[in-house]
């Protein structure tokens, strides 16, 4: 029977432990959660595993391996997207065609397996929920059982009014093959939410089985720091790792290679890990990893350090949780509940009050007293400013303090009286954070102009036109709804060059602000006619009278984004039937899943066709990209839009030179050559396509956004759609004809994790080898007779992307197989 462990959540509330890893790799009595969970598996026959994975899937995959060192054999499944629990287990349903059992990796418990599976058997089950007994039952679906077992009623996370059970839903059950009648491919499910009320609804059996024995769902610091404190008082069966050693206090387990020069100090129960050595210190009802070093006259009272930390004498350390790779300076104090994340630094003497976190990769200076948390996250743990702006989780990592921070720092960079215009999306987060930016630009004495919810393109044009000497811009990510991004513009409506955003960055990070006077704060006005200029200027770069003479149909689908307060007017003066979807302004539906996309694409596709259009197009949240479908269904790729868009306005006669991205194909660049058209080549930082576009007379970045340097010179996906109108207008043909010639294939690509330190060898590896044969604009980028292979470090994430584009599938398919194999190779 084979077990399925859930291993692809972000822990998100386990912050700042969960910052440099997925949450069950967080250790928990000195070894990763999911280990124990492994061992529990094991102990109760389950030796096939499969583990499914989502967010930083190589921390895991790289620890556990094949499985073999754990006495299990594993089959690892990523999935790409946030598809819920039940729906990632969707994904490995060719392998479970038979009972099999699903547990969570961070949990922790003792819950004897083999007596649920046996449970359901017995109780020929559909699904069986495994059940447990909890005070608290605020933050678990409560469920409520018969007499017989039979589940009758769900309720998830009620408030204390709703609460009708103790008994709560531990995330372990056993299923059977039938449940994926119920359980869609490539769609978003969750067990508790979703398949298992649909179940219920289905009158299939569905049972409960309440567990007698321990089971705690750490989901939090607290909850972290009180399972810790039941392993020391036995109230878990947990395997402690290490020799134990009685009659002291309680029992200490000391790990292989430990040295201890003095037990004397010891009191209650305390763990210590592999390698690590420890003076003649007090310790006290501890944990404490592998590789650590404690010196004499160090005090650890009831906390958890993990591995390589560093305590020096004199150090007092309370009810606190150190993590991996710090250093504790002499004469510390960690007065309790205090969170210290990887690779800080606490300098000597200082003292850090209560309940205060450091998040990783902080120094505080020597003799400093920490009142207030030192939180600057995940997302500007290297930089504050990544290639795309600032992009970080929403409300967690970008917060109403962190963007009063960031446009006082905007506004000191700008200047005392300079004016910036302010947008947003809009999702409400969107506007309390846009605010607080607001704020921050009045302070430094910033005149504000605020655009409130507006697309990308009008944006930027209010900034060039208006004289503008910024713009600051607020928009969720269009396939995360967990993350925001904050796009900063020069004068010109230009993203920031690197030079501007470091100087923000260290403004913001020395907080350096320069403050109004009183009487100078800056204000705040919403400006005028910047919509009417903008459409006078949208019409006047098109042939308005062959468009309304046309008759074309299409259909729009506006992605319920910002662009649907403004398009409709500027369509309107065009005299066409356009049939609209999504075309009302949504913040939290203009957020769309992988899965949303593809099926937005194939709904678009549906109905061009039933409708007879010309063409159906895509407008995306931000108005900035296009995808479109032609009349008969086929949703065109990347590769074969831009294509289309690039031959037709060469056609016309107003373009002959063209910015390409290097990840452009092979094909693609044929094509376009073969037109008669200049391409240069380009990184694929969005930044630097529009920079580099005004040197040309369109650019394109292959992913369904267009710069057409004539008109505007940033991307706009309503202009985009305005000159494809022109072109079947004034060409009488349609897409299905236009595209007869054009290539369609996109590149190949894949991508290889890679630690931060690692990518300069591997680059520097792949120049060697094609110093001869390589271009050089970003990556590697090795050229061949009938195509080309890319090696491209990711700038945010530790990665590289493999790109191949030759004149065959099976050509394309050898040379990225061969790329990949070589650069394993060099990282082993």
């Known amino acids: ?149 039979h589940i009758v009623r769900f309720l998830e996370k009620p408030s204390w009014g709703e609460v009708f059970s103790d008994t709560v839903n531990t995330g372990i059950y056993v299923l059977e093959p039938s449940v994926w009648d119920d359980i869609p491919e490539d769609k978003e499910l969750d067990f508790s939410k979703n398949l298992f009320p649909a179940l219920l609804a289905h009158n ?81 009802s501890s944990f404490i990893g592998d590789h650590a070093v404690v010196q004499s006259g160090a005090n650890i009272d009831n906390s958890v350090l993990w591995d390589g930390v560093v305590v020096e004498s004199g150090a007092r350390i309370f009810n606190s949780i150190v993590c991996k790779n710090v250093h504790i300076g002499k004469d510390v104090l960690l ?84 004016i910036v215009f302010t947008a947003r999306d809009d999702h409400q987060s969107s506007r309390m954070l846009k605010r607080s930016l607001i704020g921050g630009l009045m302070s430094a004495g910033v005149r504000v102009m605020d655009l409130q919810a507006a697309p990308v393109p009008l944006a930027r044009f209010a900034v060039k036109s208006f004289a503008g000497s910024g713009g600051v811009h607020v928009i969720r990510s269009p396939f995360d709804r967990r993350l925001t991004t904050i796009r900063f513009y020069d004068r010109s409506g230009f993203d920031l060059s690197t030079t501007q955003e470091g100087a923000i960055e260290r403004l913001f990070f020395r907080e350096e602000f320069a403050r109004a006077d009183v009487e100078e704060v800056g204000t705040i006005d919403i400006p005028p006619r910047v919509v009417e200029s903008y459409r006078d ?56 899943t992988a899965s949303d996309f593809r099926d937005a694409k194939r709904k678009l596709s549906s109905m061009v066709k039933s409708l007879g259009t010309a063409f159906g197009v895509i407008l995306d949240a931000s108005g900035e990209k296009v995808f479109i479908v032609d009349r008969s269904g086929e949703i065109l790729s990347d590769t074969r839009t831009t294509a289309l868009m690039i031959g037709s306005r060469h056609r016309s006669g107003v373009l002959n030179s063209v910015t390409l991205p290097i990840t452009a194909s092979i094909e693609l660049e044929r094509y376009i050559r073969d037109q008669g058209v200049d391409v240069h080549w380009c990184s694929t930082l969005p930044r630097n396509i529009i920079g580099e576009a005004t040197n040309t007379d369109a650019g394109a970045d292959i992913l369904g956004g267009f710069i057409f340097s004539r008109a505007l010179p940033f991307y706009d996906g309503m202009l985009s759609i305005g000159f494809l109108l022109e072109t079947l207008a004034k060409t009488g043909q349609d897409l299905v004809t236009l595209k007869q010639e054009t290539p369609a294939r996109d590149p190949s690509h ?66 990225l197989a061969d790329a990949e194999k070589k650069i394993r190779s060099w990282m082993e």
């Open 335 to 418: 007065e309790g509940d205090n969170t210290v994340a990887d690779d800080c630094i606490i300098g000597q003497g200082s003292v850090l009050k209560s309940q205060v976190e450091i998040w990783p990769g902080k120094t505080v200076e020597p003799g400093s007293t920490v009142t207030s948390n030192v939180v600057w996250g995940k997302a500007w743990s290297r930089a504050l400013f990544s290639s795309y702006g600032i992009v970080g989780v929403n409300n967690v990592e970008v917060t109403p303090e962190m963007c009063a921070k960031l446009g006082c720092a905007y506004g000191t960079f700008l200047g005392k009286g300079s």
């Open 1 to 149: 029977m084979k077990a399925v462990i859930l291993a692809g959540g972000f822990g998100t509330r386990l912050r700042p432990l969960t910052v440099n890893l997925p949450k069950p790799m967080v250790p928990f009595a000195n070894r990763p959660m999911m280990q124990h969970i492994m061992r529990l598996l094991k102990k109760h026959g389950f030796d096939d595993l499969i583990v499914i994975l989502y967010h930083q899937p190589d921390a895991i995959r790289s620890y556990f391996g094949d499985g073999s060192d754990f006495g299990v054999k594993i089959e690892y499944v990523t999935s790409q997207e946030d598809l819920g629990t039940a729906g990632a287990v969707g994904l490995a349903r060719a392998s479970l065609q038979e009972t099999f059992l699903v547990i969570a990796a961070d949990i922790v418990t003792d819950i004897d397996l083999t007596k649920a599976v046996q449970y359901h058997r017995e109780h020929k089950a559909a699904a069986t929920i495994t059940l447990s007994r909890v005070e608290n039952p605020l933050e678990y679906g409560i469920v409520i059982t018969d007499s017989e077992g």
């Open 204 to 284: 299939q059996p569905l049972f409960g089985y309440i567990a007698p024995g321990y089971w705690r769902d750490v989901g939090n610091i607290r909850e972290y720091k009180h399972a810790h404190g039941d392993v020391l008082k036995g109230k878990v069966d947990l395997e402690a790792q290490g020799e134990r050693i009685g009659g002291i206090g309680n029992d200490v387990w000391v790990g292989e290679g430990s040295q201890i020069s003095s037990f004397k100090g010891f009191d209650g129960s305390v763990l210590i890990g592999k390698d690590t050595t420890i003076g003649e210190a007090r310790v006290r």
């Open 537 to 592: 200027y949208f019409l006047s770069s098109l042939d308005v009278a062959a468009i309304q003479s046309s008759g074309i149909r299409f259909v729009i689908d506006y992605s319920y984004g910002t662009p649907v307060q403004l398009f409709p007017a500027i369509a309107g003066e065009f005299g066409l039937e356009i049939i609209s979807l999504h075309a009302y302004a949504d913040g939290r539906r203009a957020v769309r």
């Open 750 to 815: 894949i991508e290889l994790p890679c630690p931060w330190e690692s990518k300069g060898t591997i680059m520097r590896r792949m120049s060697e080898l094609h110093r001869d044969t390589a271009e050089f604009v970003e990556g590697v980028k090795e050229r061949e007779e009938d195509g080309y292979t890319l090696v491209l470090p990711d700038r945010d994430r530790p990665v590289l992307h493999i790109y191949s584009s030759y004149t065959t599938d099976e050509r394309e398919r050898d040379r």
